[in-house]
């Protein structure tokens, strides 16, 4: 699992970890059974303070993103493929919202908008 | 949150016509870093000597692991490590000899932890006390206050000193400290960039009245900056609305706000004012002039 989080920055540090975990196992870079790094390794591997981790961690189990084994070792929950693609899709909402923005400003139309990123999802897909 | 270490209720303290603190109620549960902030004579050394008991309240109550701080024993002040802004140590003997002297009154005293700690912030075990500059006399109390694995760590202004590479170490052990050993810390720091990325928990005091008492990634949740834009028609004067904190009109069409808001505020907020809203997050430097402000008004 590779995680960069902006200590410096104003949005949360929980929540950055919270939505990049979320991205990863949305986008199936983390799969169902997947080990996550306690909170002490994190911790050492990031420099953040293990009650922000935790903090995330119990958020990520609450959503049923994460589920906590027996033996106490956390991992990624096997999910339906509705569930996954209802995260996705909330995911790139998210992420879409500021450009939808900055369209806005530009004049640019909704289906000017689309088009352009129809274009660039496939320029990338090649 | 698991025990209560430090809490206090309508703390105050007057020195003849200075009142330092005013009616400061925090209550603090470990294990947790926390953060205490102010400018300068805010009350964070006064509220640190209240916490281990060097200084008693006028009025209200200072309690450390529920013991109030007038009566803590040697039981409670063995599992507090302080590390005082200027540290007084007996000049004559060598680091080496000054922490030998201490550790015979402590039974948990970490030899490992007291070399590792040497050699981690590079200090000479040799060097006479009372001739280290006062940034390697801070490390030498850093030491002292760790190597007997105390429950409370109490940093006063410990970063400002340190050199940009040691600090960083430092503040990785902290980290670990927590871990390893559930402790408490509360560490006071006006360098907020340096203390932003290892504490959970703030403490913010503005001229000895308690500013602000949260865990840090929830006062970046609930404040921001918002740049305001107009749609179609010019923005109004001002904008009204319990959230908004501070407004700068910037011209008709822009206009920036400081607001404690929820996303839910942001979305209707558009609709009503036919705006479109960026949302800059504030971090720690960013949010500190917004706590101290907003206790004003």
């Known amino acids: 699992m590779l995680i960069a989080i902006d200590l410096h920055s104003g949005v949360p540090a929980y929540r950055q970890l919270v939505d990049q975990i979320r991205l990863q196992v949305a986008g199936g870079r983390l799969r169902p059974g997947d080990e996550i790094p306690s909170t002490r390794a994190l911790s050492?591997?990031?420099?953040?303070?293990?009650?922000?981790?935790?903090?995330?961690?119990?958020?990520?189990?609450?959503?049923?993103?994460?589920?906590?084994?027996?033996?106490?070792?956390?991992?990624?929950?096997?999910?339906?493929?509705?569930?996954s693609a209802a995260a996705r899709g909330a995911q790139l909402?998210?992420?879409?919202?500021?450009?939808?923005?900055?369209?806005?400003?530009l004049g640019i139309s909704g289906e000017q908008a689309g088009e352009t990123l129809r274009r660039l999802v496939d320029e990338d897909e090649r | 949150m698991g025990e209560l270490i430090v809490e206090t209720s309508g703390l105050t303290k007057e020195f003849?016509?200075?009142?330092?603190?005013?009616?400061?109620?925090?209550?603090?549960?470990?294990?947790?870093?926390?953060?205490?902030?102010?400018?300068?004579?805010?009350?964070?050394?006064?509220?640190?000597?209240h916490i281990v008991g060097l200084q008693l309240p006028t009025r209200g109550q200072a309690r450390t692991f529920g013991v109030p701080t007038r009566r803590l024993g040697h039981e409670q002040l063995a599992r507090i490590g302080v590390v005082p802004q200027l540290p007084n140590f007996i000049g004559w003997m060598s680091v080496r000899e000054q922490l030998r002297y201490l550790s015979a009154f402590y039974p948990r005293w970490d030899l490992d932890r007291q070399s590792f700690l040497l050699d981690l912030l590079d200090l000479d075990a040799r060097s006479e006390v009372g001739g280290l500059s006062a940034g390697n006399a801070q490390k030498v109390a850093i030491v002292a206050a760790l190597c007997r694995h105390p429950d409370l760590i109490l940093l006063d202004e410990p970063v400002s000193m340190l050199?940009?590479?040691?600090?960083?170490?430092?503040?990785?052990?902290?980290?670990?400290?927590?871990?390893?050993?559930?402790?408490?810390?509360?560490?006071?720091?006006?360098?907020?960039?340096?203390?932003?990325?290892?504490?959970?928990?703030?403490?913010?005091?503005?001229?000895?009245?308690?500013?602000?008492?949260?865990a840090l990634d929830d006062l970046k949740d609930q404040y921001a900056e918002w740049r305001v834009l107009a749609r179609s028609r010019d923005l109004p004067a001002r904008f009204e609305g319990p959230f908004v904190l501070r407004h700068t009109v910037v011209n008709p069409r822009a206009a920036r706000l400081i607001v404690r808001a929820a996303e839910a505020d942001r979305l209707a907020f558009q609709q009503t004012h036919d705006v479109d809203v960026e949302v800059a997050p504030l971090n720690l430097q960013g949010l500190f002039p917004i706590l101290v402000d907003s206790r004003r008004h």
């Open chain 1, 44 to 83: 050492a591997e990031l420099g953040l303070n293990p009650m922000t981790i935790s903090r995330a961690y119990a958020l990520l189990e609450d959503e049923g993103v994460l589920e906590r084994r027996p033996g106490l070792s956390l991992v990624v929950r096997a999910r339906s493929g509705a569930t």
């Open chain 1, 93 to 105: 909402t998210r992420a879409l919202r500021p450009l939808a923005s900055v369209a806005r400003q």
């Open chain 2, 16 to 49: 003849g016509e200075v009142t330092a603190l005013r009616d400061v109620s925090i209550a603090l549960s470990g294990p947790s870093i926390i953060g205490l902030i102010g400018r300068n004579a805010s009350g964070k050394t006064t509220l640190l000597r």
């Open chain 2, 163 to 214: 050199d940009p590479i040691v600090r960083d170490s430092f503040l990785k052990l902290l980290l670990d400290l927590v871990q390893e050993d559930n402790a408490t810390i509360v560490i006071s720091s006006h360098v907020l960039h340096d203390i932003e990325s290892t504490v959970d928990w703030i403490v913010c005091l503005d001229a000895g009245t308690l500013a602000a008492n949260a």
